[in-house]
């Protein structure tokens, strides 16, 4: 998935407007306007469309992570240059103060079956013996059934 699909999907589920979008990107540090913010939301198709790059996707994580937890003390995390599915579920997960039951719960309702173990191995660290890389279809079956518990 492109970080701009993401992007989309979550203002949608979490039904945030332009102004909501460019305080959650100046919570990590990131100042936006709202061209930029349009232009990131808008289809890939059309002419005014610019690509999300990786570190401003990841300000926004962290910036939703804030909005919806606190701040940590010592201010906002850095943004990481490169993001992964994992990082992006993982972020996801934090943000939304999610369980490992609520995720299967959530995951269930978009038609995807997955068990204790597979789901944790989603969250390992890279270097671990039994990490796994979470797929596409993965991440959009999340998103998915975020949009179904979060906005029907």
Request: glycine share 4%; proline share 4%.
């Amino acid at each position: 998935m492109t970080n701009n699909d993401c992007l989309r999907r979550i203002r949608y589920i979490l039904d945030f407007d332009d102004s909501k979008m460019i305080a959650i990107f100046a919570l990590a540090k990131l100042d936006v306007d709202r061209r930029q913010v349009s232009a990131w939301l808008k289809q890939d198709d059309n002419p005014d469309f610019e690509k999300c790059d990786d570190p401003s996707f990841a300000s926004f994580l962290n910036g939703l992570i804030i909005a919806l937890r606190g701040e940590k003390e010592g201010g906002p995390p850095p943004a990481e240059s490169r993001l992964n599915n994992n990082m992006i579920f993982m972020k996801l997960k934090i943000a939304l103060n999610l369980k490992a039951d609520e995720i299967l719960q959530i995951l269930g309702s978009a038609g995807q079956l997955v068990s204790k173990h597979e789901l944790s191995a989603f969250f390992r660290r890279p270097d671990h013996k039994h990490y796994r890389e979470c797929k596409d279809q993965m991440l959009r079956n999340f998103l998915n059934g975020l949009r179904l518990n979060y906005r029907e």
